[in-house]
Each structure stands twice: as structure tokens, then as C-alpha cells.
């Protein structure tokens, strides 16, 4: 396999071995691991020394199960900091079979305003994958939802399409970078931490990739893989949250709305509650409701890219049985619902489609919206303001470059004091006041506030892979440490994080994926292993964080959430700084 | 004398008595200590933790000459670090003669929008100070310029004040805190780091001082003091800098306009030039040749507050003869001239007449309005677009707040990649580049760029204190520690900082210096002890800001620097790393 080196300054590429260094990393491992190598940790992230990497896990491109995801890496222009955001989409197994085990952009050209799109496909007379520069100028301050059509016209239906947005293109924090899904539809997001505008800084508007050729992922040892994947496959088959027709696949992620907010711990109103009197009209079974009346039928999700058995991702359907968005996630749902006070799941779909249009990350809009609305921009609640600012973010007014910013940008302008924001980035849809182990995630995580850097939810609501009192500060931070270190190790597998769920309480499901892995790079991992190859990736991602000028400082949730007892339990986040420090201190 | 605290919460107050440890402390020392000593380092700039310091110099209150300084100290919205930043106003000799050594400003109102006012004066029959709270209401969204008039009509003449502008209301990372001159003129700041907003944050919107009685400041050794006051004041007289018709009391700070330009070290449109062709039409010496034109004779400068040897405050005239502002200083006048590639003088005082009526730190709009002309928000040049700007700052709109938010803010809004500010503080008008030592302190200060901080301008352009030459980087990093070492002396003194031109140059000025201060405490230094005593306020901050999550990562100027080389001399920033953490780290 190579690595492919994308230069923007003169739009030219290299192809190159992969270093002996890099061969048992992929995905997140891999990213992490060529950020700390290559980028100046003091860069500007719109600068002209930023990199992005996009690297598939160790796995994809294989017939591992719920494996087709690309992690990307770079420094991000929302937290200063190292960024990995991952997404599954058919991209990131086309992109393993053309055989790049990471592509990486570099460079910035002299022209301003001017993009253009690299079309990589392999050459069978050459027997390597070759890279096209074209103009992308036509598709500049288009939506998504205009371009990824035009794409598949012009470069045939067999191609799989990244590519950044008009949030990227005006340079905004809140940018990501979209994948197509099985649908063709611009819905799948390495969605936080900016990415979008560091690709849109290149220059690079769009990365397609053709279906057709390439030498495939090589196995070193195919009867282990494949022994890994069958123990992995009937695990998450036979999971209750991950079998076909289970919580997952029925409602969504969005199955989390009332399991949160009966325990207190969904973020309402820019967390100034744990509970939201509207949750049920907005929650997973809400969804599934809702589309069986439109459609006349029970509808299950559908897989967000190939190979994957969970299928988790809903589409969400109008009165008229017409699609209207897809996917209402838990956190996009809770981002423009409980946290803005809104309640109505066609605003909340209508808010997920423009984001998506636009290529901003729902997460941190939906915090900002909430930001806003202390700020008394909008009021709380106000679904038809809250779609305006969203539109104001998609034209790039004034008021849209503040929101594009994100919620603590945006908090700064507004002067607002109470912003949920870790390193910048907006707190997801858990309240660490009331869930104590992932507010130690949100504090520590090299990311910034993210659930997927650390999900303790698993045990401190869902008592999956043991039980957790969410309310209790007791074991936290080694809880906090393991779960971030594993998700380490899963990001680099090119696993969906929610095999989770089936590995944490099934043991053979856990041995599966270690062999998979073991059966692809020649490696004797055991469970035990995950955590421990995940915390050297954590040690690296710090090690970046820290040359960047972070420090424990960075590592604390809002002051506010410290003084402010949160309804309905009524208690401040009360983790001693000590534990906080130690989470990356005992890796 | 006492400690005055003003607590916002409940608009209480109360005197306490000067600690022991605090005795030789003043100004920028007691500010500082207090801060430290008092606040979170990672409270909310605008949240209740944070604390406002206004601390009188040593000396201020004295016949001291050129000494009526307060410094104004607390946790920076705009840095995120601590902030000194002093002005020159018969309102902090008031403040000293009332008996307060230092005023804090604590707590927070509940009501949210509401202000008050404090009226500090001396109760005769307590023999102590008093202060009444009053409701502030109707000064809201005044410019200063209607402001200060109704409060000199209401509390009578016999009254100094210092509030902060529509820009602190609205929240603003730059927004000064406004005292009056000798003219009643909301004209002297402590514009930098937006303490304007930490006070409005405070809900107190002016304190007002009775001149009125009051104990005055005790000196312990008269006949010393006077000993020392008598040789600085003699320095002052004789030194051509700050001599009366010298070249401050004549051309005002903008005589700076063409030796920088001369050097290559005025920074034009947005820092991509060392020289601008239209500097000649900005200069002091166009100032001082446009007023006599206009005024028929030739005007010398004025004091900005009592007991001002050097008098180098200018007034602007317009065509007709009537006053258009004060004052015209180099910074303000470089910020909005050479920064932003206008050469007309006229537009130039209405851009700081402006910042004076919403209470905007004049630099950091400048240094704004030249990243937005970058990002082509308007053209450079455009003086007209550039006055629209300003009135968008002070009206509150969504491009006024991204404005108001500061150069890196702005910077960030419109994704800039060359924003020249360290620790978020916008650079002011010596390049780094071309005038190395300067940028060593504008990289390093605790306060964030900031020529007052260490202004080695002295010997590398001015010939004062030694010579050196600006392009050399050799024994730079010593020189700005020992200049920022001195300064934080001199700025506890309540001394101008113009005083070291003398000082500097003639030794029996500073003795005379340190004489006065030897009289004042008791104390025995001499002049070698200033950057000794300098030196612990310097590591002060330090502490405070590495508490905050400050770390050598901000010690650094913008990268662009590094790689973009500067016309004329075409010379990047090359003082290495280990040199600029050698600063503090040696101190």
C-alpha cells in the first residue's frame, strides 16, 4: 500500500511506500501519528503548514463487519489542537482498495479563492492509483446537496465523493468534511473540529475516488481475519442494541433521547437543565412513529456504508411521505431539539438537512444555536428563528460568520458567560453534571468535548460492559481512561464505535476483533492489548496538544458547571481537578 | 490608607485596611499581586469570579512629576491572561488623596443588563471615604462624549471619572476603560485587554471620585522624596525627548510616524510593509504644521493630567478652526493610518473620536480594521468604509461584535490567516521583523503584544538608553527582559513610562526616581533595583498567566512571520525559540 501525498501549492502528487513505522497503524493510529510527524504544532490551521490526513482503519476495505470508516486528522482550527474526526461512508473502503493507506494534503496554492478537485482512480496500465487536479470553481457556494449530484453526473455513478462545503469555503471553525452514503446522499461527516475549512484552505473542494480497479487490502492472514470476523459478526448480531430489529436499528441513536433524559443528564436549554418536557416528541421512538404514520409502514434503518450489520441510520420522511432528511442522529436531534428548547422533529430534520448542505458539523450548530439563544439572539424554542440563523451561516452574513465560529466563538461575541464548550469545542448531548464519567471525557479528551472520544455511557446509562452510578464521581477517571484509550484503539480498526456495545458485553465478540486485526498485520493482540496500543495514540495526540500550548488548564469543563447546581439532581460538576489531571497522567 | 471593594453583587462596599504585605506595592505591582492573589486564573473574563484592581502608582497623588497614573488590573477577556494597562488621569491622584490604594471592583449583579454607578467621596464627619450606589440606567448606549457632560452636570465640576462605553456593554474582547483628561474630555484609557467589559460584566457602568477632602498620600521622608522629585523633575526639563518644545510637548507620540518609517519598521496594511508612502502626511510634524495652518498659530501640547512635565498631548483642529479630537496619538495614529493604508489626518482623528465616544481601545481597532481590509470586508485605504466600521462597533451589530471582538477575533470570523497578535492582543506599530527587540517583547509579555510592556524602541530607533541596531537580533532577548523588567517597576511607580527617556539617559534622574520612592516607603533602592523589583511583578504575572493555561507555545509571534519576509529589509522574524523563552525563563 502507499501513501498519497496531494500538494496544493503546484497540484501535484507522490505516491510512496509506506515506512515500516506506519505499517501497524491505520485509521485514527495513523492520522494521529502523521499529524504529530509532519505539522508544526504552532501552525496557523489555515495556513499553509497544516495537513490533513484521511486514513481507513486497519480493517476497512476488508469484509469486516461495520468497518468502513476513514479517519481524518489535522490541526484543528476549532480547538488549536489535534483533530481526528471519523465517518463511515462506501469512501473509505474504495479508498483502502485503490491501495492508500493514507492520503494526505498538503500545500496551499497562491491563488485565494480558487479550488479545484482531485479525481483519483487506479491505472491498470500502470498498476498504481493516478490523481487528476480539475477546476472546481462550479461548484463553489453550492450545496451539497446541488454538488454531489453534479458529481455523479460528470464522473459516472461509480465513484465515492468527499468534500467541503460552503462553512469551509468561508473558512469557518464549524466546517466538516461529508462523505457520500449508500444513497449518494452528502449525509455521512467527519463533522467536528473544522476539517472542512482546512481542506477548503488548500484549496481541494472535492476528492473523488472511481469504484473501478485497485489492488485491494492485503491480509496477512486470511483464515485468522477471518475467524476474528465471524466471532465479531455474531456478536453483533445477537447484541440488543445492535441485532437486526434491535434498539438500534429500530430507533436510531435517537433511542437515547428518553433513556438521557429520564436520567436526568439531557442537556436542555444550553445546559441549564437535565430534563426536557418535550424529549418524548422528539426522541428515536418518536421517529419511528412518526415515519410509520407518513409511510404506512414499519420502517427499519438503513446501513450508513457497506458491510455494515447494525444498520443504525434513519431517514426521516415528510407528511407527504416525501424524504426530508437523513439521518437524525441522537446528538443532531438533541443539538437542535432539547438544547434549544425545540421540540418538533420536522424543524429538527429541516435543521439536520441544512447543516448538511452546508457541510457544518450539527453538533456544534446546535450548541451554538443554544448560545445564541442566551444570548437572546432567538429565543429559546423559536424552531423558525433557529432555521434562519442556520441560513445566516450558509450565506456567510456577519451574523453567520459569528455562529459559523461556533458556540464559544460565538459566546465571545455575544459576551455570553455560560458556554459548554471544552478547547473550544461544544459539549454533545450528555451533561457532565449529571453523568459525571463523560464530563471527565468531555474535560480530558485530546479532542475537545466529544462522546466518542470516551463513551462511558455505555456503563452509566446503558449497563453495557457493567454498571456505573452516572451520578457518582467514585472510579470515574479510570473509567474515563479506559474507554478513551480503547475508542483509540477502535478508531484505528476502521470499526463503527457502536461494535462497542456488542464487544463490551460479549467476550468472544471482543476476541473477534482483536484477531481480525491480528490476521490482517501478523500481530498477537488480546483484548487486554486494545487499550494499551489505543493509549500510546493518546500519548501522541497529547504530546501534539501540548507543543500546540495546551495544557491542564484546557483540561476543565466550563467554570460555570462548577457553581451552577444543574436540575433535576441539583449538583455541580464536582470531579477534583487532581482526578482530572490524572486521567492522561496514570496512561 | 485602605482597600476599597466594591461588590456588585449587592452594591456594598467595604474599607479595609492596607495589609502589610501589600505596603510597597502600587499600581501595576498591587494590581497584579491582587489579581493573582484574588481571582481564578480560569474564571470567566465576565463571570463573577473575576475581579477589577484600580491601584494609583507609589508616587501618584505627590507633587511627583508626570505621575497621575492608575493602573487598572484583571483577568483579560481578550488575552484570557492577566492585564495591566494604565492610564494618565487627575482621576488616579483623586482616587490616592481619597486614601485608597486600591479600589476592587467584585462580585456580580443577578439582574442582567442593569447598571449602577459608584459615587466615591470623602465623608468629613467619618473621616473616611464613602460611597453611594447609583442607578446607572440612563447612561447606557450613550457615547461618552454625552455621558461624561450629564455626570459633570449632575455630581458638579469637582468630580474625576471612569466608566466604561457602549463597546464594554455590548461585551467586547476591546473595550478601554475611559477616564477624563484635564478638559473633562473622556480621552485617557486603559484601553488594552478589555477591561471595559469586565467592568461592564460588573453591571457598574462609572465611578465617579468627589474631589473633595480626603487625607492625601502619606510620604514618610519628605525632605528625601522632595530630593528625588526635584532631580527627576530637573531630567524631564532637560532632556530633548521630554523637555518643554521638545519633540514630544511638539509633535506629540506621532513623532514616531517617520523615524519608523525611516527604520522600516511601520507596519502598513495589515503588516505587509515596513514603509508607507503617505507616512509624511500622517506624522507628528503634519499634525503640529495642519493645527497651525488652521488655527493661525503654531499649539503646543497639553498635559493629560496634573503635575505633566512633558505635556504631549495634542489636540486635533479641524478646517474651520473647532476641536476634533484628543488625542492623536502615535499609536492610534499609525493603527488607523499606515496599518490601513490611510493617509488623511481628518478621518484619522474621527476614527479616534470615535473609539473615544464607544470606548474602544484604539490599537486593537486599527489592528482590526486592517485584517478585515485583508480579508476585503472594505479595501485598504477606504477611510470612509474604515469610520462605517467603527460606527458598526458601536451600534452592535453582528459585524460590529465580530469587529469589536478584536484583530484575532476578526481574524478568525473571516478566516485571515495573517493576524498579528500574540496571546490574542494585536500588535501596535513597531514590526517584529524589522525592529527585532520590540518583537521579542510583543512575543513574550505577560500582557500580550504590547509596546508599553518593554519598550526597547529606546535604543534600537531612538538612541536612547545605548544604542542598537533593530535589525540585529544580538542580545535582544536581554535587553527587552531588562526593559520589561524596568517598566513593570515604573509602571508601580505611577510614573509615565515617558519618564524613562530621561531617566534612561540621565543618571541623576533615576536616582531621583528611585529617591522619591525610597521617600514615599521607607524603602532603600536604587536604581539597579528597579528591574529586580520589576522582575517579581513580571513573575506574577507569569504565574497567574501559567495558571490560566498559558505556556511558552504563546510566547511566540504569528507564524507568517517566520515565512513571510518583510519589505524593505526583507527580513522574516528570526529570533529562535529557546531565545524568547530565555526571556522569562532568566528573569
Chains 1, 2 share one sequence.
Not at 446522499?185 to 473540529?193: C, D, H
Not at 443528564?265 to 418535550?278: A, H, K, V, W, Y
Request: hydrophobic share 40%; charged share 20%; with cysteine.
Amino acid at each position: 500500500m502507499w501513501i498519497l501525498r496531494l500538494n496544493m501549492a503546484d497540484r501535484t502528487y507522490r505516491l510512496d511506500e509506506v515506512p515500516e513505522a506506519y505499517r501497524l497503524l491505520g485509521g485514527r493510529g495513523l492520522s494521529s501519528t502523521m499529524i504529530l510527524d509532519e505539522v508544526p504544532p504552532l501552525c496557523h490551521p489555515l495556513g499553509p503548514n497544516n495537513k490533513l490526513v484521511f486514513a481507513p482503519g486497519i480493517v476497512t476495505g476488508t469484509p469486516a463487519p461495520s468497518a468502513a470508516r476513514v479517519s481524518v486528522g489535522g490541526k484543528s482550527p476549532l480547538t488549536g489542537g489535534i483533530k481526528e474526526a471519523n465517518a463511515g461512508s462506501s469512501w473509505a473502503p474504495t479508498l483502502a482498495n485503490l491501495g492508500i493507506k493514507a492520503l494526505v494534503v498538503e500545500g496551499q496554492p497562491k491563488e485565494k479563492g480558487k479550488y479545484w478537485m482531485a479525481y483519483l482512480s487506479w491505472d491498470a496500465s500502470a498498476s498504481k492509483p493516478k490523481v487528476e487536479f480539475l477546476p472546481a470553481d462550479e461548484y463553489v457556494s453550492l450545496s451539497f446537496y446541488d454538488a454531489f449530484p453534479k458529481l455523479y453526473k460528470r464522473f459516472g455513478e461509480r465513484v465515492d465523493i468527499a468534500g467541503c462545503g460552503v462553512a469551509a469555503e468561508y473558512g469557518y471553525a464549524n466546517s466538516g468534511i461529508a462523505f457520500n452514503d449508500m444513497f449518494k446522499r452528502p449525509s455521512r461527516y467527519a463533522g467536528r473540529g473544522g476539517l472542512g475549512a482546512v481542506l477548503a484552505s488548500k484549496g481541494l473542494k472535492f476528492i473523488v475516488l472511481g469504484k473501478t480497479g485497485g489492488p485491494g487490502v492485503p491480509i496477512l492472514d486470511k483464515a485468522l481475519f477471518e475467524q476474528g470476523r465471524a466471532k465479531l459478526a455474531d456478536a453483533l448480531r445477537t447484541h440488543p442494541i445492535t441485532s437486526p430489529k434491535g434498539a438500534l436499528n429500530t430507533y436510531g441513536t435517537a433511542v437515547l433521547i428518553n433513556l438521557l433524559n429520564e436520567a436526568g443528564g439531557l442537556p436542555t436549554r444550553n445546559f441549564s437543565n437535565g430534563r426536557f418536557e418535550g424529549a418524548p416528541k422528539i426522541a428515536g421512538e418518536a421517529i419511528f412513529e412518526i415515519n410509520k404514520q407518513r409511510l404506512g409502514k414499519e420502517l427499519y434503518n438503513h446501513a450508513c456504508s457497506p458491510g455494515c450489520i447494525i444498520e443504525c441510520s434513519n431517514t426521516f420522511f415528510n407528511k407527504d411521505g416525501s424524504e426530508h432528511t437523513s439521518c437524525v442522529e441522537y446528538e443532531s436531534d438533541w443539538a437542535f431539539g432539547a438544547n434549544c428548547g425545540i421540540d418538533n422533529l420536522d424543524d429538527i430534520a429541516e435543521m439536520v438537512q441544512l447543516c448538511n448542505a452546508y457541510g457544518l458539523d450539527t453538533i456544534e450548530a446546535g450548541g451554538t444555536l443554544a448560545v445564541a439563544m442566551e444570548a437572546g439572539v432567538i429565543q429559546f424554542g423559536d424552531s423558525k428563528g433557529a432555521i434562519n440563523l442556520i441560513d445566516e451561516m450558509g450565506k456567510g452574513t456577519p451574523l453567520g460568520r459569528i455562529l459559523g465560529g461556533g458556540a464559544a466563538f460565538t459566546g465571545k461575541a455575544f459576551g455570553v458567560v455560560r458556554v459548554p464548550a471544552v478547547k473550544g469545542q461544544v459539549m454533545p448531548a450528555y451533561e457532565p453534571r449529571a453523568v459525571k464519567g463523560i464530563g471527565i471525557t468531555f474535560a480530558t479528551s485530546t479532542m475537545g468535548a466529544d462522546h466518542t472520544a470516551g463513551y462511558t455511557i455505555c456503563p452509566e446509562i446503558l449497563s453495557v460492559g457493567g454498571k456505573a452510578d452516572p451520578l457518582s464521581t467514585e472510579g470515574k477517571a479510570a473509567l474515563s481512561r479506559g474507554f478513551q484509550a480503547t475508542t483509540a484503539f477502535l478508531d484505528s480498526t476502521g470499526h463503527c464505535l457502536f461494535i462497542a456495545f456488542a464487544v463490551l458485553d460479549i467476550p468472544s465478540g471482543f476476541e473477534g476483533l482483536m484477531e481480525e486485526c491480528n490476521g490482517m498485520l501478523g500481530t498477537n493482540w488480546k483484548p487486554e492489548d486494545a487499550a494499551k496500543v489505543g493509549g500510546e495514540i493518546l500519548k501522541k495526540e497529547r504530546a501534539f496538544n501540548e507543543a500546540a500550548g495546551l495544557t491542564k488548564a484546557d483540561d476543565r469543563v466550563p467554570e460555570f458547571m462548577k457553581y451552577e447546581p444543574l436540575p433535576p439532581h441539583n449538583q455541580v460538576f464536582d470531579i477534583p481537578d487532581e482526578v482530572l489531571d490524572a486521567v492522561y497522567g496514570e496512561l
